[in-house]
C-alpha cells in the first residue's frame, strides 16, 4: 500500500469509499510524509513497543506504527472509517482495529490483555475538545505508559508548558507537568492536513515522570482543589473550594492551610505553582 501521507493516496481512497468527512469527530487527515516521519522519530516507537493509536483515520500513522511497532491497537469511533482501514492496513498482521469512542474504552484492561500490564506508548491526533479529557483521564487512571505523543492545536500545546501568572495556566498544565515532562517535538502548519483546519498544530510528547516531582498525600483530592480552582478562576481559592460540590471543607480550614503557607486569604487558585497546590492539599489532609 502507498503511503497516504502522499496527498494523491489520501485522495484516491476517500474517492474509492466515497468517504465523507465528519466535522463532529474532527477529521482533518494528515497529507505530510514529512510530519508523520517527526513523529515516528520524535515518539521512539521501536519493535520491542506496544502503541496504542487514538483516531488512526484512514490509516496514514498508522501504516508507519506497523513498520515500526511490535504490535498496534487503532481506535477509532468512525464506523465508516474501519472497512477503508482493512484495507489501507490489510499487509499488517501486527495491528488490531477497535470501532469504539476511546472515552469508553478500558485502557488499562487493553493493556493487561495486549501487553501483560507493561507500559506501552500512546500516539493521537485528536478532535481538540477531547484532548484534554483524554490525556487527564490516562494520567489519572494510572493506566501504564511511557509517554503520549499527541498532535493538538498550538495554543493547547503552550497551554501544557505555562505556569501561574498566564491566562492559558489550567488543570491541564497543572495535570501534564504533574505526571510528565513535556516536549514540543513538531509543528505542523494547516496545509498538513485534508481537509484544511483553520488552526496551526503542535505535535507534543509527553513522558512520563517516573517519579512525580511533588509529593502529595493524596492525589485525587489535589486534582479535585485544582479542578475547583480553575473552574471558577475569577474566584478567590478559599471560594472555589466552598462552592464546589466535590470539596467538603470548611472556610475556617482552608484559611487556616493558607496562613500557615503564608499566603493572603484572598488569594485565588490560578495564582498557585503545582508545589503550592500540593502542599496546600498536604494541610487539608
Ligand atoms: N490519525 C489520522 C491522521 O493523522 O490522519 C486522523 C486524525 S483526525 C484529526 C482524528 C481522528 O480521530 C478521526 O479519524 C476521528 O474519527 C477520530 N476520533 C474522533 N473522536 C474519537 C473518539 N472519541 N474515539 C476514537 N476516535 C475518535
Redesign the pocket.
Known sequence: MAT?GIPKN?IEIIQKYNFMF?K????????DTRV?ERIIEASGVSKDDMVL??????????QYLCENARKVIA????KN?IPILSDTLSEYDNVRVIN??????DINKLVNEENDGKPIKV?????YY?TTP?IMGLFESHVPIESITI?VQKEVADRMKVGPGTKDYGALSLAVQYYAEPKVVATAPANC?MPR?NVDSSVIKLTRHENVPVNVKDEKLMFKIIRASFNQRRKTLQNSICNSPDLHFSKAQIVEALKQMGLSETIRGEALTLEQFAEFTNYLC
Open positions: 497516504l489520501t465528519q463532529k469527530f474532527g477529521q482533518n487527515f494528515l497529507i508523520l493509536e487514538i483516531g488512526p483515520g484512514i490509516g496514514t500513522m498508522t481506535v477509532e469511533i468512525d472509517l469504539e469512542d476511546i472515552l469508553k474504552v500516539i493521537a491526533n485528536l478532535p477531547i483524554i498532535m492536513f483546519p
